[in-house]
């Protein structure tokens, strides 16, 4: 029997390494302030951006306007 586990992680590892494997930045919307955004950090944090770029082909863009800590 196939472990898809392990295959799925040795794969993914392989797309990491070679540079292929694409993150998205995790944003919310802030109603009535667009383009602004809030950027949720892994930490928790959040920080405000400008969303410059959306399209889900093209790398989420942003550009920092003001620091949240």
Do not use: H
């Not at 892994?42 to 989420?60: E, L």
């Amino acid at each position: 029997m196939v472990n898809y586990d392990d295959t799925f992680q040795a794969l993914l590892s392989e797309l990491k390494l070679e540079g292929r494997y694409r993150t998205f930045a995790e944003r919310e919307r802030i109603a009535g302030a667009f383009p602004a955004a809030l950027r949720l950090r892994p930490d928790g944090s959040k920080q405000r951006v400008t969303v410059w770029c959306g399209n889900a082909r093209q790398v989420i863009c942003g550009r920092i306007i003001s620091q949240s800590t």
